[in-house]
């Protein structure tokens, strides 16, 4: 009972704090970026994260460390015109130690970012997690939901669901994802990634359940084409048309799948992995809160890219090639949904 009221209490200030002093700006802002192995430089021993040591393979040191936490600080600064996003969801991410570095040691920490974080079975280590605006979004509730795979818990990334309130107002749902990766094959690891989309399917099913006409965003590394079937079949996402169904799911991404562009380059070619997806409930430009296919996109800054100097055109400038340190930013560019507030 004594959390419940600490947890009233807080909201109740929460609200009121926003309703004296307005903090909106027209805009909420969403930004999902796969953040390449940004590990501590310890050897945790209950993961496979040994190359991520001053001694390992990678060679990864403090000052490198320091470096990519700038580098990816220099990003979200830059991915909304100066304004910083209010939600920041994250992949490959080792543990809070490394969030806690970047919201409070970098320029971030003239924001009020508070954390969302869980430890996920992954057998690298790496986990999916939240930064969030606190003067603006207030989360209700999180959780994490693992992988079931012929009813065995898989180690790896989990996927989190957050439900909160943007300017004491609208409550939105928030599903974060980064689902198996096709390293191990693509053919071999297709089950998995239909496991994931099965999974992801059911939560968005509960939340039409437990509240009416939810506001539901979806976004993270997929490892799959908006085009693929665990993501068009098995999820049901949609692409964008003109007649809106409220209870439907729609692939903002869909139109980012053209020549010479998408979020990650393997060779010559490029991939759309990183996706936004939105419930028809927030297309519906009559209500408070609410977006469009044209305010999701792909954020390609310049010096997020570098010159292909064997495939030709550009590529993502990242951290590591191969075992090489590059000193760049990540091999996935970020991805940005804008929300409209009247």
């Not at 909201?11 to 192995?37: D, P, R």
């Not at 403090?62 to 990003?75: A, C, D, E, G, P």
């Not at 939340?207 to 979806?218: G, V």
């Not at 296919?293 to 993502?316: M, T």
């Amino acid at each position: 009972m004594e959390s419940k009221r600490i947890l009233l209490a807080g909201l109740f200030s929460f609200i009121v704090t926003l309703s004296l002093a307005q903090t909106e700006s027209g805009e909420f802002k969403i930004l999902f970026y796969n953040l390449e192995n940004l590990f501590d430089i310890k050897n945790d021993s209950l993961t496979n994260d040994e190359n991520f040591t001053p001694e390992g393979e990678m060679h990864w040191t403090y000052n490198r460390l320091n470096s990519k936490l700038k580098n990816v600080s220099k990003v979200i600064i830059a991915a909304s015109g100066w304004k910083m996003p209010d939600i920041l969801l994250f992949c490959e991410i080792e543990n809070r130690f490394v969030l806690d570095k970047l919201a409070n040691e970098t320029p971030l920490k003239n924001t009020a970012y508070k954390i969302i974080h869980k430890e996920s079975p992954d057998h690298r280590g790496i986990d999916v997690a939240m930064l969030y605006n606190s003067t603006r979004f207030y989360p209700i509730s999180y959780k994490y939901y693992p992988l079931i795979f012929k009813n065995e818990a898989l180690k790896t990334r989990e996927i989190l669901c957050v439900s909160g309130i943007v300017d004491g107002n609208d409550t939105i749902h928030i599903l974060g994802n980064h689902w198996p990766s096709r390293y191990s094959g693509l053919l071999e690891t297709r089950e998995l990634r239909g496991a994931a989309a099965h999974l992801l399917k059911g939560l968005v099913e509960q939340l039409k359940t437990d509240y009416k006409n939810p506001k539901i965003i979806i976004a993270g590394d997929f490892n799959e084409s908006p085009d693929d079937n665990s993501i068009q079949n098995i999820l049901g996402a949609r692409s964008y048309e003109k007649t809106i169904t409220d209870s439907a799911i729609y692939n903002l991404s869909t139109n980012w799948v053209k020549a010479n562009n998408g979020t990650l380059k393997y060779q010559s070619q490029w991939f759309v992995f990183d996706q936004i997806m939105v419930s028809g409930t927030l297309l519906n430009s009559n209500v408070r809160l609410h977006t469009n296919p044209e305010n999701a996109s792909i954020v390609n800054l310049p010096f997020l890219l570098e010159e292909d100097k064997k495939f030709g055109g550009r590529k993502p400038y990242r951290t590591y090639n191969g075992f090489d340190y590059q000193g760049g930013f990540s091999d996935h560019l970020p991805v940005m949904l804008r929300l409209s507030i009247n």
